[in-house]
């Protein structure tokens, strides 16, 4: 009985640590799934209209269920290369909680090898401000974050039109 009482309290804070860890991992994995399926859904156009993206980025808070798009973050962006390989944002489009688009012209580094002279990359970056069920109390809420690239399939850098 003595062993029980004592070993009770760290098996059930063992068993919730699991429960709340796997939680995030579940929206962590989502996070990534959505931020890819919108960079391929926008890397398979040619050009695309703010409404597109708008629609493009419904997408990603069908992904996230069964956890509501209200702390969902979704940065959509045309990375282009020059002729030299030096990189800049092209067009940026931000959506949702905490979301900014970035600044046109403005730097960015992808990482080595994944753009080429003359061409782009689509990148999307999800963000979650999750919140913990049990673990709330201790951790407080959790900012996880997504992210994808695409090289653009039907020309090498996607426009974006009005």
């Known amino acids: 009985m003595i062993e029980f009482t004592l070993a009770f309290p760290i098996m059930v804070a063992l068993f919730v640590g699991v ?18 399926a919108v960079s391929d859904l926008v890397a398979q156009n040619a050009q695309v209209s703010t409404a597109d993206l708008s629609d493009i980025a419904k997408v990603a808070d069908t992904l996230l269920a069964p956890y509501g798009p209200g702390n969902l973050g979704l940065v959509i962006s045309s990375v282009e ?10 067009w940026s489009y931000a959506r949702g909680f905490g979301a900014s688009a970035r ?7 992808p990482p080595t090898g994944l753009t080429e002279p003359n ?9 979650y401000q999750f919140t913990p069920t049990i673990a709330l109390y201790l951790t407080g809420a959790l900012n996880l974050t997504g992210q994808a690239y ?13």
């Open 150 to 162: 695409f090289r653009p399939r039907a020309t090498r850098v996607v426009q974006k039109v009005n």
């Open 119 to 127: 061409s782009s990359i689509i990148v999307a970056e999800t963000s």
């Open 19 to 36: 429960v709340e860890f796997s939680e995030a991992f579940a929206v962590k994995r989502k996070l990534t799934n959505a931020a890819a």
């Open 81 to 90: 290369a020059d002729q030299k390989g030096a990189t800049q944002v092209g």
């Open 103 to 109: 600044g046109q012209g403005g730097a960015f580094s």
